[in-house]
């Protein structure tokens, strides 16, 4: 509880007054004489005993009077929050008081001797109660500054500018209804405040002190796909608030309250804070539409960045519809190759020309998605940007494009090196088959070479190297390939029974291996088998959908290696049934270099193979698995060409225009930036706009680039339930609005909190009334 | 009113310093209102005619004398027989009180003594005078001359309320002098034990005295009037009580009420007639009480 006059509490001592008169200014009875004093005395101790209740009853409500006056003249109020907890409080006293001057009145006569003590027991039971929740009142309160409306605040005005905003709804966008009540808000805080606005893209944040620059930077607001999150712009807003100097902190936060909006894995964190900085006052101002009605194509997913020639490339869009069902068309459109674009002319940006590859039309149910997949095939080389996007129009404009990038390349040349006794064919023909060979279509175009001719080969010339059960390797060959790793080279190794213990754990071979090598298991009588445990990590992608029926158990694994200890950064990808590791993949620098504990290049006519993963009867599982090991090998060290907004961008330059200044077209189509190539990778941190990134050096070369698309479900909808809000920002701490006028209601009333002067007044002219009431009645003379 | 019955009232009759012009004040202006003649009808022996007044009763009209004349006559008798009276006056402090009143309980009763006497005297009977507090003061033994009127009230001319009192012991000690059967006419605020005093009254009873009980308050004993704290003091035990005279009236009625009561039923039970009388209150309730037992006697 606060008062706006709290000097005026000092009045309090008024009280006083009755009290002095009561005890010192008593007085002096008239004297007389009265012969018939005999009739006075028979009743005169049980009078005297009413008329000193009757007299302290009149000091009570004339102390009280005087007291609630006082109360009500300084203006008390308290946080709206702990209204609920006063109100009791103020009922409990209320009744305490009475309670207490019934059992007082009941206590002048005997015989209400047994109600006087229930009625006492009672008062005291409720003084207790009392007692108890006052504390409680005051901690609801701690720290909430009461008092003027017209003190200057803090505020931080957090707006989320996800492109959910954009939103479009009676020709406003969510944004724009936010910027109107923010801009009004703004210029409502009183004088001296200091404002910061904070949105997605804010780095840093800065309080104004001057109310039309704050006004000028909510207008300002624009759609930023990327950036933070608005459970993170507030924790940042929070940090700020605390360590602000000014007494009254107030947060208002600007938001379509969408599930994708508070969906945050930081809520806990948030919900900390605020019960931390209870002085912070929380308005949450909801600009959500009603009836949303928006089709977005929420996901779109490619089947690589990056393929060899002749390979197809799968797309699958993911469509929503929200609100009422709708029947939309959903176009691919690639762009053709051009050297020559981008350009900048007369302040326009230049693009390839696309043409639509595929039109297709869904029928979309209320509140349902649709996969909708594409194939795209027979890409010449190089690198092609295109789109998929929906035509027609709705709420929501952004979310009905998503854009691709991938690159048709060479096949990947694999060197793959055979030790002694080693048979390459088995995974040859799985990563090549014959029939893809004949086509043109393999992925990877394989060079085999027996372990012997390691040391005249260029590793440099290839992408990825395998080697099957490798015998003793020399130190040079070690450090060949430690060094092939660092550089984005893949290393593949299958160990059988070549492997040299000594040579494997010496000190060169460990700048490869990604742990000791410890002893050979053999399973005898007992049936291992490769055993997944799921299937999250991307080369076992290709299984995910049918995971638990892939019969891994039908191939049988008979002998395997064990390691000591496993490198920190070391991660064992699939282990055996016994729960000794099968595959381990151990990231060097841009490289990758994975072991596999088993051999798979016996020839089973020579000695017992070590497993049966490629020669069991239909070995499709190892098959798939093989290919997605290489693939996921030689991917690791290819350019990523989709990303999401916010990740930062990596894009490999060509060899030839290593060192070259190279021109960023965002798909803003600003004017080009210049950037700098480092050790042939241009880094681009800022990906907040979606679209297609295009770089080209200022000559001739081919165009490099990426594409950004917005996270995937981001612009869905859905209205968080407050119940989720209350989890994630306490409950009771903040205050939600829709309007200026609610948002301007819920200020005052956290700022000035409940007034509670009406009620004081009331309270004493009723007690004045009581009490006059009740010394007429003690005093009246009968006639 | 006429201006006599006016000489009824208390804070009239303060006026006339003399007491014997007040008992004839008194009786004059109660005779007046009584529309009868009290004077006549009590004695047997023949003294005069004269006309027939409205008030007469009609059965002393002689009827001879209509059959002769035509015109009514009533006669009139010289009393034959004397009634003894005793006028018992309470010489205590308390019966000097007066709060606002023109008259002090005792100078009340003295008046109305003062009246009585001069009734009785002017009707031959014997009258005589005892004070008391503590004990029996004075005593005047009765006679009916004319001078006992004077004998009478100079002595209650000269008497001062001052002492305690034993209104119980004093009345068992005018029971024990009284040789005769006589109207005991008793006048005192009875501010005693109650149970004590009746005692004595039964004695008095006992001997066939007629007892008339002229319990005299003040008025402000009788309403209470006062405000707000007082500090009330006994003029006789000096005792002091602080009451809040506003709460505390209505308690204090209805005690003097059941004081009073207590007196009322048990003097009814035993045959003795019992006055209420304040101050305020004019004189003519005592004096009929005197006539109305008075009558009953014959």
């Not at chain 1, 003793?472 to 450090?479: E, H, I, M, P, V």
């Not at chain 1, 039908?554 to 070391?570: G, I, N, Q, T």
């Not at chain 2, 006339?16 to 009584?34: H, P, T």
Request: charged share 25%.
């Amino acid at each position: 509880m606060q008062f706006a006059n709290l000097s005026l509490l000092l009045g309090g001592a008024l009280v006083s007054i009755p009290i002095i008169l009561h005890l010192v200014m008593r007085q002096e009875p008239k004297h007389f004489e009265f012969p018939a004093l005999r009739f006075v005395k028979q009743k005169n101790i049980q009078n005297q005993r009413r008329l000193q209740l009757k007299h302290w009853i009149l000091l009570l409500l004339r102390c009280c009077a005087i007291f609630f006056l006082v109360l009500a003249l300084a203006l008390p109020s308290v946080a709206s929050s702990a209204v609920g907890t006063w109100l009791i409080i103020g009922l409990l006293g209320f009744a305490t008081v009475i309670v207490g001057l019934l059992a007082g009145a009941s206590w002048g006569s005997p015989k209400t001797k047994r109600l006087a003590i229930g009625l006492t027991s009672v008062a005291v039971l409720l003084f207790v109660g009392l007692l108890a929740l006052l504390p409680f009142a005051l901690s609801q309160e701690k720290g909430t500054l009461l008092g003027d409306q017209e003190a200057p605040v803090a505020a931080v005005f957090v707006f989320d500018t996800s492109p959910r905003m954009e939103y479009e709804q009676q020709n406003e966008s969510r944004l724009a209804v936010a910027q109107r009540i923010g801009g009004y808000l703004a210029g409502q805080l009183p004088d001296e405040s200091e404002i910061a606005i904070v949105d997605r893209a804010t780095r840093g944040i800065v309080f104004a002190t001057n109310t039309g620059a704050a006004q000028q930077a909510i207008t300002g607001l624009e759609i930023k796909p990327g950036g933070d999150d608005v459970v993170d712009l507030l924790l940042d807003a929070l940090d700020k608030l605390e360590a602000h100097e000014k007494k009254r902190k107030e947060l208002y936060v600007f938001s379509d309250l969408s599930t994708a909006a508070w969906d945050s894995a930081r809520a806990d964190r948030l919900k900390k804070r605020l019960e931390e900085l209870t002085d912070v006052a929380v308005y949450l101002l909801d600009v959500s539409a009603e009836n949303i009605s928006n089709t977005s194509i929420s996901n779109l997913t490619i089947s690589a960045d990056s393929v060899s020639r002749n390979t197809d490339i799968y797309l699958q869009a993911e469509l929503f519809q929200e609100g009422p069902s709708s029947e939309r068309s959903i176009e691919l459109y690639l762009e053709k190759q051009d050297p020559a674009l981008p350009i900048i002319e007369d302040g326009i940006l230049l693009l390839p020309e696309a043409t639509r590859r595929h039109r297709q039309t869904v029928k979309l149910a209320s509140d349902q998605g649709a996969l909708i997949p594409f194939k795209l095939a027979g890409l010449e080389e190089g690198l092609h940007h295109g789109w998929v996007q929906l035509t027609g129009k709705d709420g929501l404009a952004i979310d009905d494009r998503r854009w691709f990038s991938v690159e048709v390349r060479e096949p990947w040349d694999l060197l793959v090196v055979e030790g002694q006794n080693a048979r390459s064919s088995d995974l040859v023909d799985a990563l090549a088959p014959p029939a893809f060979l004949a086509s043109d279509r393999a992925a990877f175009e394989i060079e085999v070479i027996s372990q012997s001719k390691l040391e005249n080969t260029d590793l440099d010339l290839f992408d990825s190297v395998i080697l099957l059960d490798p015998g003793t390797l020399s130190a040079r060959n070690w450090r060949d390939f430690d060094r092939f790793v660092r550089r984005g080279g893949g290393l593949a190794m299958f160990l059988g029974s070549n492997a040299d213990l000594s040579n494997v754990n010496s000190e060169e071979a460990q700048l490869v291996m990604p742990g000791k090598l410890a002893r050979q298991w053999r399973a005898g009588q007992r049936n291992w088998f490769l055993a997944p445990e799921d299937y999250q990590h991307q080369m076992l992608a290709s299984f995910r959908e049918i995971g638990t029926s892939v019969p891994w158990n039908k191939f049988p694994v008979y002998r395997h290696w064990s390691f000591d200890s496993l490198a920190e950064d070391a991660n064992v990808i699939v282990r055996y049934n016994n729960g000794v590791p099968a595959l381990i993949e151990q990231a060097k620098q841009k490289g990758t270099v994975l072991v596999f504990t088993s051999s798979i290049s016996d020839d089973p006519a020579t000695k017992a193979a070590w497993n049966e993963l490629f020669t069991s009867f239909e070995s499709w599982p190892f098959f798939v698995f093989s290919n997605s090991m290489v693939k996921y090998m030689v991917q690791k060290s290819e350019g990523k060409f989709n990303y999401l907004t916010g990740q930062r961008a990596i894009v490999a330059t060509d060899d030839n225009e290593a060192g070259k200044t190279h021109l960023l077209f965002t798909p803003h189509g600003d004017d080009p930036q210049e950037v700098t190539p480092e050790a042939n990778t241009i880094n681009i941190p800022f990906t907040h706009s979606i679209g297609s990134y295009r770089l080209r050096t200022t000559g001739s070369g081919n165009p490099i680039g990426f594409s950004v698309n917005l996270l995937p479900k981001s612009t869905r909808m859905a209205k968080v339930e407050l119940s989720t809000l209350d989890e994630i920002l306490g409950e009771s701490r903040y205050h939600l609005a829709q309007t200026q006028e609610e948002v301007v209601r819920e200020q005052g009333e956290v700022r000035v909190g409940r007034k509670f002067y009406a009620y004081f007044l009331l309270l004493a002219a009723f007690l004045l009334g009581l009490e006059y009431a009740l010394s007429n009645r003690f005093y009246q003379t009968e006639l | 009113m006429s201006a006599i019955e006016s000489y009824l009232k208390p804070e009239v009759i303060r006026q006339i310093s003399r007491l014997d012009l007040r008992a004839q004040f008194l009786v004059k202006g109660f005779m007046q209102g009584l529309h009868a003649s009290p004077y006549h009808g009590f004695s047997v022996e023949f003294s005069e005619h004269r006309r027939y007044e409205p008030g007469d009763d009609p059965k002393d009209i002689d009827w001879l004398v209509y059959a002769k004349t035509d015109r009514y006559y009533v006669k009139k008798f010289e009393a034959e027989t004397n009634i003894t009276g005793y006028l018992v006056m309470d010489l205590s402090r308390s019966m000097g009180y007066t709060y606002r009143q023109e008259m002090t309980k005792f100078d009340y009763c003295i008046s109305l003594a003062a009246a009585l006497c001069y009734m009785m005297v002017h009707q031959q009977d014997p009258v005589g005078l005892v004070t008391f507090d503590t004990k029996i003061r004075t005593s005047l033994p009765p006679k009916s001359k004319r001078q006992q009127f004077g004998n009478v009230l100079s002595l209650l001319a000269n008497l001062k309320p001052t002492g305690d009192t034993d209104i119980a012991h004093s009345l068992s000690q005018l029971a024990a002098m009284l040789k005769h059967k006589s109207v005991v006419m008793i006048f005192s605020d009875l501010l005693g034990d109650p149970d004590m005093v009746m005692q004595s009254l039964y004695r008095l009873r006992h001997r066939h005295h007629d007892v008339i009980l002229f319990h005299v308050l003040d008025e402000a004993e009788v309403t209470f009037p006062f405000d707000g704290m007082v500090e009330l003091e006994d003029p006789e035990s000096l005792e002091k009580i602080k009451v809040d005279a506003n709460n505390y009236r209505a308690d204090y009625l209805k005690e003097l009420e059941e004081f009073r009561g207590k007196y009322r039923s048990e003097c009814f039970q035993s045959g003795i007639d019992y006055v209420e009388l304040d101050t305020s209150m004019q004189f003519d309730k005592a004096l009929l009480e005197y006539l109305i037992r008075r009558q009953a006697r014959f």
